[in-house]
């Protein structure tokens, strides 16, 4: 089958390997630009882009697929290849209608969540933020509007219990090459039947903002700790540590606290359990300390130990 690829992040890598270790053929790869990073800004190329690269398969990488000379070139392009199949995995851009029209048989979708719940661009995140204890990964024909085609197939996982949403991306992207394969065969055999979907059972799943990053500890404790994994490890969830911001990167529940203690005051120095709002307990599994390194929080504490009552902000 001649396919064109569409993706831009980590999470899109393994259904490209899987495409080109099962054979198919993967004309071309629609990617996002490269973007600066680091502390020099150097111009950094897709984890796609570099996969494709390395297998010699021709990459794009337009501004835009909906307006000017870049939408105009892209879809001469696709046109050109005249795909059977364009799969899309993470890439990040709207596609018009031309292009969602123009395979032989359609562009696939293969998104991070049990639709119709979670549909946008932060799927993984908010099923974590949000204590749900299933997620999966849904296969769909696209359609105009976010997430909104008719489903294809699906796989599900529990969600670990101390789980953040980076382990649980990295599963789910395996778990959505898998998938990918899957549909394709069964589209290949005319085996399948889409399925639409209910929309008044969707959810919106939208990006993450660094303004969620701060902890309220007046919170129940089961908040937190849904917030904390599922802010890590990005933009990451943080408390004020001594008029320092402290990143959270894992925690688990830690029972309760007895007596009327303030909440998100250190009650076990030796392991950073901090009580919470309800008067249950959190204690911090992975840190990084303000112009620090990301550490478990046991060695963290060998270098900097810090007071039973110390009031975290």
């Not at 293969?110 to 849904?138: C, D, F, M």
């Not at 990295?170 to 085996?191: P, Q, Y």
């Not at 004020?240 to 990167?249: A, E, N, S, T, V």
Request: glycine content about 8%; charged content about 25%.
């Amino acid at each position: 089958m001649d396919i064109v690829f569409m993706g831009t992040p980590d999470f899109a890598v393994p259904c490209l390997q899987a495409l080109i270790d099962s054979g198919e053929n993967v004309r071309a790869v629609f990617t996002q630009p490269d973007k600066p990073k680091g502390r020099g800004y150097k111009l950094t190329p897709p984890p796609v882009k570099e996969l494709a690269l390395k297998y010699n398969i021709p990459v794009y990488q337009p501004l835009s697929l909906k307006k000017g000379e870049d939408a105009e070139n892209s879809l001469k392009i696709l046109r050109e290849i005249s795909p059977d199949m364009i799969v899309v995995t993470a890439y990040g851009k709207i596609l018009p209608s031309e292009i969602l029209e123009l395979p032989k048989y359609f562009c696939l979708n293969v998104h991070a969540s049990l639709l119709p719940k979670y549909r946008g661009a932060g799927p993984i995140q908010w099923s974590v933020l949000n204590g749900e204890k299933v997620t999966g990964v849904t296969t769909m024909k696209m359609a105009d509007g976010i997430d909104t085609g008719d489903m294809l197939l699906k796989a599900e996982t529990e969600i670990g219990e101390n789980e953040t949403a980076s382990e649980l991306h990295d599963r789910l992207a395996v778990m959505g090459a898998e998938l990918l394969l899957k549909t394709i065969k069964a589209v290949k055999e005319n085996n399948i039947t889409p399925e639409k979907q209910d929309d008044s059972l969707s959810t919106y799943a939208p990006m993450l903002t660094k303004d969620m990053c701060p902890i309220d500890f007046s919170r129940p404790a089961a908040e937190i700790h849904n917030k904390i994994r599922g802010l890590s490890a990005f933009p990451c969830a943080t408390a004020m540590l001594d008029g320092k911001r402290l990143k959270i990167y894992g925690s688990e529940l830690a029972g309760e606290t007895s007596g009327n203690v303030l909440c998100g005051t250190v009650v076990k120095p030796e392991d950073f359990t901090v009580v919470c709002g309800d008067g249950k307990c959190i204690r911090f599994t992975e840190v990084q300390a303000e112009g620090g390194k990301r550490m478990k929080t046991a060695d963290y504490l060998r270098g900097k130990p810090v007071a039973k009552g110390t009031v975290l902000q």
